[in-house]
């Protein structure tokens, strides 16, 4: 399988369980705890897997950057958490590093 889907499955597990951390209230609720449990369980394999093929500071920056992405989006959306300017500019260079990562370094491919 293509380690860049493997890293993105990696990516979609831990966003899961992080927003499902949210609702777990202190794992004071059994489903979602047992989302948290089980998504970071499914995250930290598929990220171990793309270890024998992404370098670590790649796969990590990537696997965070997009993260931290995705349960911005998931935190305003579902937890009506606020974007000001500077979040949402600060977002925005999130992503635009981890395009540049992938798109100019020859550091992961």
Do not use: C
Not at 11 to 39: D, H, N, Q, W, Y
Not at 65 to 84: N, R, Y
Not at 90 to 102: D, F, R, S, W
């Amino acid at each position: 399988m293509n380690k860049w889907l493997i890293l993105g499955a990696a990516i979609v597990a831990e966003t899961i369980a992080t927003a499902a951390l949210k609702s777990s209230e202190g794992f004071t609720k059994l489903i979602p705890s047992a989302v948290v449990i089980i998504g970071y369980g499914i995250a930290f394999y598929f990220l171990s897997i793309t270890l024998r093929s992404i370098p670590v500071g790649i796969a990590y920056a990537i696997w965070s950057g997009v993260g931290i992405v995705l349960i911005t989006i998931i935190g305003w959306g579902f937890f009506g958490q606020k974007l000001d300017i500077p979040a949402l500019i600060g977002i925005g260079l999130i992503i635009a590093g981890v395009v540049t990562m992938n798109v100019f370094s020859s550091s992961g491919h």
